[in-house]
């Protein structure tokens, strides 16, 4: 592999770095679709750029794509300011407008007498394959400057995206922040134009803090993750696009992408779809365990003190069905909070402790109800039933000590000691 191959993997992985940096603070701020409305808007500063010198320099074709890129954004926020336009409508009114006007721009120069207009359409979704020694050294030049700058002004940042009146409290320059923000977005956007292309850099910015959120929720991590995915896509994308020949960078890294984030929504260790469905899985199985043992705490409590019960003298029995009730009493079994033989059921010392706490956190509560918040007396057991399975110690000691330690519910049934 030439050092040429080997320069473009190392651009584009670092501009999948920086996406994925910058990225996060746009998704953030609830800011994605300016990010695709500014990734559009640039073509139009491209193609000027180029009519300046009639040659794909790419200093100058980067600063006409930031001028554009900037035009555009801060014209998004004075027709939400101004108008009565919804900031959706102001960004499709600007993408439509930019990029129209970048097509016009660009087919005006591909049937003029320009030389040097090679490569001007593969900047749509981008070629790495196409990018000079002098591009690839410039844009790798400027996705060090954009990751430097955010290394250094990340906590800044960090705090103007969260809260942006204690920023200004502290003595922060919020409106400068927010600037150098944006110009760092325009800068990030116009650094991956070359590999991945105007139409699809946003894609960039987005899908790598997409999926990662589904591994994390500190923000800390959910950058270093971006980071390491756009990085990985990027190379990827890249190095396929190397190996089958004519086939464009950006939207291989896109697909990468995509891949990574579906897969990130159904498989990742925070929210992921299958984390989400055992999760919710194990929480129904623990309320209807729960239901259980209160059914045989109050079986007791009504006289029957053997602690032996037929299968038959469960409500939930009859009402979850017999698989999934015999699951849960296996699984109560296992615990040790019962002992099962044939259709007899025997609750263990273990299980009359675990009983008794949830008869006592559903009496607090509906005490609670019906003291505090006046509900009537007839209306608080379902709100109960919902909220005892939640409920932890330290709320348990602050609702005794509310309540000034109670001895019975509202229905005149004594609330259980620890």
């Not at 698989?323 to 019962?338: E, H, V, W």
């Not at 039933?385 to 000691?397: D, F, G, M, N, T």
Request: proline share 3%; with cysteine; hydrophobic share 45%.
């Amino acid at each position: 592999m030439s050092f040429y191959v080997i320069s473009i993997l190392v651009s584009c992985g670092l501009i999948g770095i920086v996406s994925g940096a910058i990225g996060t603070y746009a998704v953030l701020q609830k800011k994605s679709l300016l990010a695709d409305s500014i990734s559009h808007s640039l073509l139009p500063g491209i193609m000027l750029g180029f009519l300046i010198t009639k040659e794909k320099d790419p200093v100058l074709i980067s600063l006409g794509a930031t001028i554009s890129g900037l035009i555009s954004a801060y014209l998004t926020d004075w027709l939400v300011a101004k108008t009565k336009l919804n900031q959706d409508a102001a960004i499709g009114i600007n993408l439509s407008l930019f990029f129209g006007l970048g097509v016009v721009l660009l087919t005006y120069i591909q049937s003029g007498n320009y030389g040097g207009q090679s490569g001007l359409t593969q900047l749509l979704l981008g070629n790495a394959a196409s990018m000079q020694q002098s591009d690839i050294f410039f844009f790798s030049a400027l996705g060090l400057f954009l990751a430097l700058s955010l290394l250094f002004l990340g906590k800044e940042l960090n705090l103007i995206c969260f809260n942006k009146d204690f920023a200004k409290s502290i003595g922060l320059p919020v409106a400068r922040l927010e600037f150098l923000l944006r110009l760092l977005l325009v800068l990030t956007i116009v650094a991956g134009i070359q590999a991945v292309g105007v139409v699809l850099m946003a894609s960039c910015l987005i899908a790598p803090v997409i999926a990662a959120k589904y591994w994390s929720i500190s923000l800390r991590r959910i950058q270093i993750i971006s980071t390491i995915i756009g990085c990985l896509s990027g190379v990827l994308g890249a190095l396929f696009s190397y190996y089958f020949n004519h086939v464009p960078t950006g939207p291989l890294i896109v697909l990468i992408l995509t891949f990574v984030a579906f897969f990130s929504m159904f498989f990742g260790i925070e929210k992921g779809l299958l984390r989400r469905f055992f999760k919710e899985r194990s929480n129904r199985f623990k309320i209807q365990a729960d239901h259980i043992l209160k059914e045989l705490f109050y079986l007791n409590e009504q006289g029957n003190e053997t602690g032996t019960y037929h299968i038959r003298e469960l409500k939930v029995f009859s009402e979850s069905g017999k698989s999934r009730s015999n699951r849960i009493l296996k699984r109560l079994a296992r615990k040790g909070f019962l002992i099962t033989s044939g259709t007899d059921i025997t609750i263990t010392e273990k299980g009359k402790s675990e009983a008794n706490k949830i008869v006592r956190l559903h009496r607090l509560w509906e005490l609670y109800l019906l003291k505090r918040l006046e509900i009537p007396a007839d209306h608080v057991h379902d709100n109960a039933e919902q909220i005892e399975h939640i409920l932890s110690p330290e709320l348990e000691a602050a609702l005794l000590k509310e309540l000034d330690y109670p001895v019975r519910d509202p229905h005149n049934s004594p609330i259980p000691n620890e």
